[in-house]
């Protein structure tokens, strides 16, 4: 059988069925369970596990101590943090079987996730959201916007560079970083240009 077109190193498991990109890494006691998908040029680092139902977009950057359940979804180049949490069941009990209630959570292209958040399950993070650090997630939450704090509430916009956004009165901000420039219309944040 010829090597596959991604790494896996030694200790960790990726099941027959699983279908994973070229150029994808897979550090340390990480498990890849059938009928996973997982795109290209994707890091998974130590201690992740990504369930048969999970489907993981390329250039995402999975950190440490991640499980990846069944039903959550994540777009191209979503960064998850260490030790963040997914949720698939809303209210779980040991002795009760929810499998068939699993809610879907989906995490859209560019979002960041920071250490030790938690995304209660059937919420989406829009484009290039960022979720502080510690953060509790249980409403969506839109596109470029920042949330911190249990439960997690809005306090600001960021661009797609991963900047903090300042916008003045027209309701126009530039990202520090890159110029690049957004609009604030009716509540919501998008770059210049794009309808």
Known sequence: MPDPD?????????????????GTKIWHFSHVL???EI????????????????KIGSGCKIQNN????????????????PSMVFTNVYNPRAFVS????????????????GANATVVC????????????????????????LVAGVPARQIGWMSRHGDRLEFDDTGRATCPATGEAYV???????????A
């Open 122 to 145: 059937g919420v989406t993070l829009g484009r290039y959201a960022f979720v502080a650090a510690g953060a509790v997630v249980r409403e969506d939450v839109p596109d470029f916007a």
């Open 66 to 81: 991640v499980s990846i359940y069944d039903r959550v979804e994540l777009e191209d180049e979503v960064f998850c943090g």
């Open 184 to 194: 604030l219309e009716d509540g919501l944040c998008r770059e210049a240009g794009q």
């Open 34 to 36: 059938a009928g996973a």
């Open 39 to 54: 795109g290209e040029n994707v890091s998974i680092g130590q201690n992740v596990n990504v369930g048969g139902g999970a």
């Open 6 to 22: 991604y790494f896996v190193h030694e200790s960790s498991y990726v099941d027959e069925g699983a279908r994973v990109g070229r």
């Open 98 to 113: 929810r499998k068939h209630e699993y809610r879907a959570t989906r995490v859209r292209r560019g979002a960041t996730i």
